[in-house]
């Protein structure tokens, strides 16, 4: 068994508590309200605006050592820069003022998941990036495809052009997840294999919350 495949093992129960969430499975089944909608696109810019941020502080936490990471790091910035964009691109073409979300800030789940994985970069590992890149580009690829069709369904028949980013962020995390898998498996250590194992199933539950956090507002 790779180390990718002991990490999908290890964090099944959380990642299943993370599809089970109610609102996630009406999305994908039913689609959303256009509000509804605009308020998920607002959390996703204010945890997607940090990636790059939160990718460069990893860099700079990792040793002399970490040379190969350090360099995976830096392709990751490079294919993650101006995601944040394609949202508040979609925010605005549901006819939501972006420039007040560029300047806001995201739910208090939003916050925590962003201060924890701070914290877990300056103060567990850098590596602890690693479980949170597993779960947001593992469930892009399993949900956003299927959520931006019922989604626009669900706006029929004059859909807004308002899926940039889950249609070709879930896309593109196809081809990230497998540079990921392939990533991970070049760790031979297990005190940092256990560390993205526990990172993960964090991350889980951190981003879980930013959907129970919308489903507890309805």
């Known amino acids: 068994m790779t180390f990718y495949q002991r990490l999908l093992s290890e964090t099944e129960t959380e990642r299943q508590n993370f599809q089970s969430i109610g609102l996630i499975q009406r999305a994908v089944e039913k689609g959303v309200t256009r509000e509804l909608y605009a308020k998920y696109l607002e ?6 605006r940090f990636t790059v941020p939160l990718l460069e502080l ?68 850098p590596y602890a990036l690693l479980g949170m890149v597993h779960v947001l580009e593992g469930m892009s690829v399993e949900l956003a495809q299927k959520a931006a069709g019922a989604i626009a369904a669900s706006f029929a028949p004059n859909p807004p052009n308002a ?12 081809e990230h997840v497998g540079f990921f898998e392939s990533t991970v498996n070049t760790i031979n250590d297990p005190k940092i294999e256990a560390i993205i194992i526990a990172a993960a199933k ?11 956090e919308l489903e507890a507002a309805l």
Do not use: P
């Open 163 to 174: 899926f940039s980013y889950l249609t070709s962020h879930g896309a593109l995390d196809i």
């Open 58 to 125: 990893a860099i700079e936490n990792c040793t002399a050592d970490d040379t190969a990471y350090i360099n995976t790091l830096a392709e990751y910035v490079k294919e993650e820069s101006g995601h944040d964009e394609w949202i508040l691109d979609d925010i605005k073409a549901l006819g939501v003022d972006a420039q007040a979300v560029r300047h806001g800030q995201g739910g208090f789940a939003c916050r925590v998941m962003i201060a924890y994985a701070h914290y877990a970069i300056e103060h567990i590992s």
């Open 43 to 48: 959390q996703a810019y204010h945890h997607v």
């Open 202 to 212: 964090d991350f889980y539950i951190l981003f879980g919350n930013m959907f129970r």
